[in-house]
Structures are given as structure tokens and as C-alpha cells.
């Protein structure tokens, strides 16, 4: 079925800002999104909690922990005048586009294919409930991070609360750096202490620390995540790539091997062993390589004119023998 909007009450407008529509309405309550609205209908005035929570429907609270939640994001800034109670719209808020990743059976954290961490990552003290208590009695920071991490993945656990203190306290990265690395493990369904703790580590060691820095490695790790995802479905993989396949594949994408060239490679491997391997994989394609082929095209253009060579040819002898050996010599490589 299809809806077209009623133009007839478009008599006055307000934006919203696309990166909303891009990443929150699904990462976003619906409490949010509806706080979100009446602020950017109110936009240049001041809003009190109660004011909001009479026009949207949400609790004083609700509301408060909404506002939270947006400036957490950079979709909002607080204004500087104390007298102001509204966050005022943020005009950098992070346009980062998320690719949604096939179902896959395991979850294997693919991090050989994000950032290699310089060194062992260091074993994580667990606080008792007491402690992070005071933790969060004693740190804005951490308190506010604990809120935001809540509304996206509802209560939290006492392994993801050290996880989050772990991060900030030990690691020294910042609560936005966090809660944008939070929100890409929960795009890609991958929302297990563990991984978001070896991608925030090797966060760490190199240095990627600001909110600029981790929209670019967001994006960087979207369009990693995506070839991977591609390949699988090309090679019927029902499970994540091992840390030696993710090698491969990461090396695929950083020589720029089209989509097709990779999945003719593979056909050609199943019928010549009949089973899927990485190594055999990957030497065709270095063949192909070297002779200068980049497109599938190309590829099967070579095959037919060996074919055709082949034909004609007479008494096992070639008519132009030394170009078809030569062809052979690049065709069989691998």
C-alpha cells in the first residue's frame, strides 16, 4: 500500500534534522523521538521539563532523560545562558550512515578487521554494585553515559556497567566517543560486552578519541562490515569469516577487487576443488592481477579467446603457439 501525504495542513513547516531520520528511529524510544519534535517545534524558546511533558505525554522525567539522550548523540547542544532550559539544535550533529548486516549464526568478533590493537588488552577490574554506586554518586560523566547506554539497551547488567566505567575511567575515552561506538555494535547486532570492549581498547591505542575521529572510524568500519557481508553471502557462509579469512577479505577490499571478480574466482574454485578456500581464492585473484585484469568481463573475454586459439589449432600443434602458452602460463598461475 502506498501513503502520500496530505499537503493541504503543510501551511506552516519546521525541519528535522536527517540524521535522525538516518540512524535514530530505530535506535530511538518513541518518548524520544516525540520530546525531539515538540524541542524542534519549540525552537527559540526556552521549555521547562513539566512544559514538555504536558504537550508530549511523557513524564517530567521521561522528558529530562530525552533531552539526555539527544545531546548525548550531538543531535542537541545545551544553550550557554543559565535562564535556558532547552538544548539548542546542534548544526554538527554526525551524519554517519550505517549499513544493516544479513542474520548470521555466530558472532565472532571480526575486530582483525577493524583496528589491530599494539598490545594485549588489559584484564578489566569488576566493581561491586557498591562501588559503582559511588562511581556514579561522583562522576556526571558516568552517570549520564549510564542513562544513554540504558535507552538504547535497556537495563543494564553489572558486566556492562563495569564495562562502560572500564572504558571511561581506564581506557580515558570520552562519554561521546563511547556512546557513538555503543550505538554502531548495536547496529550491526553485535552489542556483547566483550567485542564492544576490544574495539573500545584498540580505540584506545590508536588514539581515536573524539567525536570526529569515531564518526570517520564508524564509517570506515560500516563499509568493512558490509564487504564482509557480501562475501558470505557470495560464498554461502552461514558463519563470521576466522581472523584468517577476515585477512583475506580485508586485503580483497584494500586492493579495490570488484564484487564480480571475487564471485567469478569463486565459482572458478568450487568447480576446480570443490570446496570454498580463502588461499585458492585469493591466488587467482592475485593472478588476475598481475596479467591486468580488473573486471569479470575481461577475465572471460581472455577465457574465449584461448578457447577460440585452442580450436584452431591443428595436430596438437597451436597456430600461434608462443601467445597461447603465454596465456596458459597466466590462466594457470595460481
Known sequence: MEYKANSGIW??????????????????????LKVLLYLLRCSGRSCSDEEISLNTGVSPQEAADAVLFWQQVNVLTPQRTSAEKVPELSMNAPAVQYSQPSETVNEVPDVQSQIAPKAEMPKRQDLHPSEIAKVMNESSDISELFKVAESALGKLNHTQQNSLIWMYNYLGLKKEVIVTLLFYCIRIGKTNSGYIEKIAYSWSENDINTLAAAD???????????????????????????PRQAEFINDWKQAGFRAELIQLAYEKTIDKINKLSFDYINKILLSWKDS??????????????????????????????DDIEKYKAVINKF
Open 11 to 32: 501551511g506552516t513547516m519546521f525541519g528535522v534534522p536527517c540524521v535522525v531520520a538516518d540512524n535514530f528511529l530505530k535506535l530511538a524510544t518513541g518518548q524520544q
Open 292 to 321: 591486468g585484469f580488473t573486471t569479470a568481463d575481461q577475465v572471460r573475454s581472455a577465457d574465449d579467446e584461448y578457447r577460440k586459439k585452442k580450436a584452431a589449432s591443428s595436430g596438437g600443434k597451436y597456430t600461434n603457439g
Open 216 to 242: 570517520e572510524e564508524v564509517q570506515r568500519m560500516c563499509a568493512s562490515f558490509e564487504y564482509t557481508d557480501k562475501i558470505m553471502k557470495m560464498f554461502e557462509m552461514n558463519r563470521r569469516p576466522t
